[in-house]
């Protein structure tokens, strides 16, 4: 059974920093690209960053440039979201998401995913 399970959401202050964990189970993580998304209330899922299978490349969406960074650990099945100097405008549930038909940090569509956890809400306040 295939289980993704986010993690290290919670509330926090603007300027404030949390990390998120992707914890993977019942597949091959080490083969699969993994994307970070967002769902503020009211509005569609958001592309955030993703990772390629190694984590030699990243890609972000220009909103999150320079303040958060995704890293994964092929060992420990986990993907990893830190977020550095939140603001209010990144609140939200924070999916991850893992790409099934190849390799690279640039599938930002939500129907690249195949895959998906549950979500961890994010709440930034002014």
């Known amino acids: 059974q295939v289980r993704l399970v986010e993690s290290g959401g919670g509330l926090v202050q603007t300027g404030g920093s949390l990390r998120l964990s992707c914890v993977v189970s019942?597949?091959?993580?080490?083969?699969?690209?993994m994307g970070w998304f967002r769902q503020p209330l009211g509005k569609e899922r958001q592309f955030v960053g993703a990772?390629?299978?190694?984590?030699?490349?990243?890609y972000y969406t220009d909103s999150v440039k320079g303040r958060f960074i995704i890293s994964r650990d092929n060992d420990q099945n986990v993907a990893l979201l830190q977020m550095n100097h939140l603001v209010p405008g990144d609140t939200g549930v924070y999916y991850c998401?893992?790409?099934?038909?190849?390799?690279?940090?640039?599938?930002?569509?939500?129907?690249?995913?195949?895959?998906w956890g549950r979500g961890t809400r994010v709440t930034v306040s002014s």
């Open positions: 998401g893992a790409h099934t038909a190849g390799n690279g940090p640039y599938y930002t569509s939500v129907a690249s995913y195949a895959l």
């Open positions: 019942g597949l091959s993580f080490s083969v699969y690209s």
């Open positions: 990772i390629d299978w190694t984590g030699g490349r990243t």
